[in-house]
């Protein structure tokens, strides 16, 4: 089995513009979760999708928004770069969680992205 | 609030020798809690989870993990530590967001290093 794609897998953005990223989850996985991963805040959930429902949200402003296919693809979209989002994001599919039945996730080998 | 804290930053171990990283977790109700490792420029892979029942879990590559529920601690180890086994590991706990859903709370890491 396929696992977890993430396009582009580096990318050099200027403050001020938007970036769009790409994640393609295994295959019959239809949830999919978006981190930022930096030096000094760790891994930071961004929002989880099932669906092409929106399931979780984490504390970034609104300029990071995402949204999932029907064919359980997914893309995070970050508008009005600022210097600070420079970081690693990694997508990760999983099948459903649920109360009783955690699931893991599997992780993409995430997009670099650098605002200069 | 959920929460997980992994204490030590850099762990060094020399070669054969046992090795542990340390977790501890705050939540309410039924801890779910996960060990994923990451590997230089790549994603997060999973290692292991405790959902119930033994609280001694085995994963993958050699490494099980300790579940203590009087001592709020989710420990990762491994008998005899490899070169390989050199990386950046991270506890999760499942934790009940805003949403009302559960999601992945990461700790911020510990870098083991294993020496030869």
């Known amino acids: 089995k396929a696992g977890v794609t993430q396009t582009p897998r580096y990318l050099i953005k200027t403050r001020g513009q938007q970036v769009t990223l790409s994640c393609s989850p295994i295959s019959g996985h239809r949830s999919v979760s978006w981190y930022q991963q930096t030096p000094g805040q760790g891994l930071q959930f961004l929002f989880e999708y099932f669906s092409e429902t929106q399931r979780n949200k984490g504390n970034f402003p609104g300029r990071f928004s995402g949204r999932q296919f029907s064919n359980s693809r997914s893309e995070m979209n970050v508008s009005t770069l600022e210097l600070g989002d420079s970081a690693l994001y990694l997508c990760?599919?999983?099948?459903?969680?649920?109360?009783?039945?955690?699931?893991?996730?599997?992780f993409g080998p995430g997009t670099r992205l650098t605002v200069t | 609030a959920q929460s997980v804290a992994q204490p030590e930053d850099q762990v060094n171990v020399a070669e054969g020798n046992p090795l542990t990283v340390k977790c501890t977790y705050s939540v309410s109700g039924n801890p779910y809690l996960f060990w994923y490792v990451q590997y230089p420029n790549r994603g997060l892979q999973f290692l292991l989870k405790y959902i119930t029942g033994d609280n001694l879990v085995k994963g993958s590559y050699g490494f099980e993990a300790e579940f203590n529920k009087s001592q709020t601690s989710f420990h990762l180890k491994k008998p005899s530590a490899l070169v390989s086994d050199s990386a950046l590991y991270f506890c999760?706990?499942?934790?009940?967001?805003?949403?009302?859903?559960?999601?992945?709370?990461f700790g911020t890491g510990t870098r083991l290093t294993i020496i030869p």
């Open positions: 990760a599919s999983s099948l459903l969680n649920t109360r009783t039945s955690p699931a893991e996730q599997y």
């Open positions: 999760a706990v499942r934790a009940i967001s805003n949403f009302g859903n559960e999601k992945l709370t």
